[in-house]
């Protein structure tokens, strides 16, 4: 579906002009591609930059989804998918740091130690959007949102001839809808659609296939089901799985199913403790610059936090604020490695269960309702009356009526089939406008702009936060790190394009032109 969806916003002011100005400016646009987590917590920091610094904004938040704030990680409608962050650690404001659990106090939400609670994922869209409106009506008088209902596929300059007369330099190019022209834009799409590298074509053919577990009515389904094969196979063992089993396995669902989750590791991830525990922030400065000698200081930081505070995981929640610092130290072939042999343990300790669901999830295991193994897909045959005959690796045969996805998104995303994010890597007579990052998780930035794939300025305007600075970051996909990324990325972009008063139209255009020829930070 494409189309112009206008939502509660301030509108851009045109009163009088500046005292001492020939014109005043005009408000500078922003395209904003992704209306997820990502995409509206760029909205948010630009309406919030702008008003402090008097600055006319239109923000275009474009994106096929029909309400903002929600994307993968928060589309859920299962209040039994939680947040696996407290909340005290969710505001979508650097500056205030309670800023969610108000939220939730307002709305009576809250009972008890609400500073430590793991609040439903669909809740914390629902603040998002709320927390944009919030800051649109304070931003009446200088700020304009507007959420265009399209497909991104690409990103072109305008003609010459058109700039002269008012046009922006570049455009978007959407699928079925009129271009986006914009001063400036900021890609946040998110992770990749899901990986299937893994699936037998048998199975990719299947209707009894559950690609992406996080596609609208893909669990409803799969739950609801009650005429065909009970059981449900999985392949991944990480939390979406546990997710998949609270919804599939829950008090609605039929009382014959079993669920079995395969992985190469066949472990659960951690769980989060019951009370609150403290970072232990590690000082890293002389820590070595290999991945060797990386990997044994970081173990024996876990051991002594471990010993000390008789729990590991202050430990590794003290790792994540030093992660970005370590993995610069390291050139490409290590942080190859890094990811081929520790990755998967990192994010078992890093990315951890809410309580209640590590409780749900060992009830489960203790009714013999879920079985975690390491195994592997080898083939799939569909079954006339429906499900699938799965052979696994260790040579056990299952017939299921479900196989799920679980495996995560794909980590390249040369391969991901993003059309915007193809295009952005496409060979031009200048030069690829974005280079990928390492593994290709992500592009390669300046503080999030983007670079060439010489090194040098992108030719055009773009700012990548989020997942798309896995490469150069490591940890770039939680709300704690993208928030700050917003709100950096709104400081940075609003400072390189944002007319000030007193500055005149034709000066803010000359500084757009600057803007999109010289590297910036």
Same mark, same amino acid.
């Given at each position: 579906?494409?189309?112009?969806?206008?939502?509660?916003?301030?509108?851009?002011?045109?009163?009088?002009? +500046? +005292?001492?100005?020939?014109?005043?400016?005009?408000?500078?646009?922003?395209?904003?591609?992704?209306?997820?987590?990502?995409?509206?917590?760029?909205?948010?920091?630009?309406?919030?930059?702008?008003?402090?610094?008097?600055?006319?904004?239109?923000?275009?938040?474009?994106?096929?989804?029909?309400?903002?704030?929600?994307?993968?990680?928060? *589309?859920?409608?299962?209040?039994?998918?939680?947040?696996?962050?407290?909340?005290?650690?969710?505001?979508?404001?650097?500056?205030?740091?309670?800023?969610?659990?108000?939220?939730?106090?307002?709305?009576?939400?809250?009972?008890?130690?609400?500073?430590?609670?793991?609040?439903?994922?669909?809740?914390?869209?629902?603040?998002?959007?709320?927390?944009?409106?919030?800051?649109?009506?304070?931003?009446?008088?200088?700020?304009?949102?507007e959420h265009r209902r399209a497909w991104v596929t690409g990103i072109e300059p305008v003609a010459p001839g058109s700039v002269a007369t008012g046009s922006r330099p570049w455009r978007l190019v959407c699928h079925g809808a009129r271009p986006v022209e914009a001063d400036a834009f900021v890609v946040a799409t998110g992770l990749p659609e899901a990986g299937?590298?893994?699936?037998?074509?048998? #199975?990719?053919?299947?209707?009894?296939?559950?690609?992406?577990?996080?596609?609208?009515?893909?669990?409803?389904?799969?739950?609801?089901?009650?005429?065909?094969?009970?059981?449900?196979?999985?392949?991944?063992?990480?939390?979406?799985?546990?997710?998949?089993? #609270?919804?599939?396995?829950?008090?609605?669902?039929?009382?014959?199913?079993?669920?079995?989750?395969?992985?190469?590791?066949?472990?659960?991830?951690?769980?989060?403790?019951?009370?609150?525990?403290?970072?232990?922030?590690?000082?890293?400065?002389?820590?070595?610059?290999?991945?060797?000698?990386?990997? @044994?200081?970081?173990?024996?930081?876990?051991?002594?936090?471990?010993?000390?505070?008789?729990?590991?995981?202050? @430990?590794?929640?003290?790792?994540?604020?030093?992660?970005?610092? !370590?993995?610069?130290? !390291?050139?490409?072939?290590?942080?190859?490695?890094?990811?081929?042999?520790? @990755?998967?343990?990192?994010?078992?300790?890093?990315?951890?269960?809410?309580?209640?669901?590590?409780?749900?999830?060992?009830?489960?295991?203790?009714?013999?309702?879920?079985?975690?193994?390491?195994?592997?897909?080898?083939?799939?045959?569909?079954?006339?009356?429906?499900?699938?005959?799965?052979?696994?690796?260790?040579?056990?045969?299952?017939?299921? *009526?479900?196989?799920?996805?679980?495996?995560?998104?794909?980590?390249?995303?040369? @391969?991901?089939?993003?059309? #915007?994010?193809?295009?952005l890597l496409r060979p031009r007579p200048d030069g690829p406008l974005a280079s990928a990052a390492t593994a290709g998780m992500g592009l390669r930035t300046h503080g999030g702009r983007l670079l060439a794939a010489d090194g040098g300025a992108s030719a055009a305007p773009?700012?990548?936060?989020?997942? !798309?600075?896995? *490469?150069?970051?490591?940890?770039?996909? +939680?709300?704690?790190?993208?928030?700050?990324?917003?709100?950096?990325?709104?400081?940075?972009?609003?400072?390189?394009?944002?007319?000030?008063?007193?500055?005149?139209?034709?000066?803010?255009? +000359?500084?757009?032109?600057?803007?999109?020829?010289?590297?910036?930070?």
């Amino acid at each position: 579906m494409t189309g112009v969806r206008p939502v509660r916003r301030g509108s851009i002011r045109r009163g009088p002009q +500046a +005292a001492g100005t020939a014109a005043a400016a005009p408000p500078v646009r922003v395209a904003v591609v992704g209306a997820g987590a990502a995409g509206t917590l760029t909205a948010l920091h630009l309406v919030r930059g702008a008003r402090a610094r008097g600055t006319l904004l239109e923000v275009v938040v474009v994106d096929p989804a029909a309400e903002l704030g929600r994307g993968t990680a928060f *589309g859920t409608t299962d209040d039994r998918h939680l947040l696996n962050v407290p909340a005290v650690g969710m505001s979508a404001l650097p500056d205030r740091s309670q800023h969610f659990v108000e939220w939730r106090r307002q709305r009576g939400a809250s009972v008890g130690n609400d500073l430590h609670v793991f609040a439903p994922r669909r809740e914390y869209s629902r603040y998002l959007e709320d927390t944009l409106w919030e800051e649109l009506r304070a931003a009446a008088d200088t700020v304009r949102l507007e959420h265009r209902r399209a497909w991104v596929t690409g990103i072109e300059p305008v003609a010459p001839g058109s700039v002269a007369t008012g046009s922006r330099p570049w455009r978007l190019v959407c699928h079925g809808a009129r271009p986006v022209e914009a001063d400036a834009f900021v890609v946040a799409t998110g992770l990749p659609e899901a990986g299937t590298a893994w699936a037998p074509e048998s #199975l990719l053919r299947s209707s009894s296939f559950v690609v992406d577990p996080w596609a609208p009515g893909a669990l409803e389904a799969v739950a609801r089901d009650r005429r065909g094969l009970a059981d449900v196979l999985v392949v991944g063992s990480g939390l979406t799985m546990v997710d998949v089993a #609270l919804t599939v396995l829950g008090r609605t669902a039929r009382h014959d199913r079993r669920l079995t989750a395969v992985s190469r590791s066949g472990l659960l991830p951690g769980a989060h403790a019951d009370r609150p525990l403290p970072a232990a922030v590690p000082d890293v400065t002389d820590w070595p610059h290999d991945l060797e000698g990386i990997v @044994a200081r970081a173990t024996r930081h876990l051991h002594e936090v471990r010993d000390g505070a008789g729990d590991w995981r202050p @430990a590794v929640d003290g790792l994540r604020f030093r992660v970005a610092e !370590l993995w610069s130290r !390291l050139e490409e072939p290590e942080r190859a490695e890094f990811l081929t042999r520790y @990755a998967g343990p990192w994010g078992r300790l890093r990315h951890r269960m809410p309580p209640s669901s590590a409780a749900r999830v060992d009830a489960f295991r203790a009714a013999g309702r879920l079985e975690v193994r390491a195994d592997r897909v080898v083939d799939a045959r569909c079954l006339g009356a429906g499900g699938v005959r799965v052979t696994l690796a260790s040579g056990e045969v299952r017939e299921v *009526g479900w196989v799920v996805n679980c495996t995560g998104p794909a980590l390249d995303v040369r @391969a991901s089939g993003n059309h #915007l994010l193809a295009d952005l890597l496409r060979p031009r007579p200048d030069g690829p406008l974005a280079s990928a990052a390492t593994a290709g998780m992500g592009l390669r930035t300046h503080g999030g702009r983007l670079l060439a794939a010489d090194g040098g300025a992108s030719a055009a305007p773009v700012w990548v936060l989020g997942a !798309l600075r896995r *490469g150069e970051l490591l940890e770039s996909t +939680a709300v704690p790190e993208i928030r700050v990324q917003a709100q950096q990325v709104a400081e940075s972009l609003l400072g390189t394009f944002g007319p000030v008063p007193g500055r005149t139209a034709a000066s803010a255009a +000359a500084g757009r032109e600057v803007g999109v020829a010289v590297a910036t930070g």
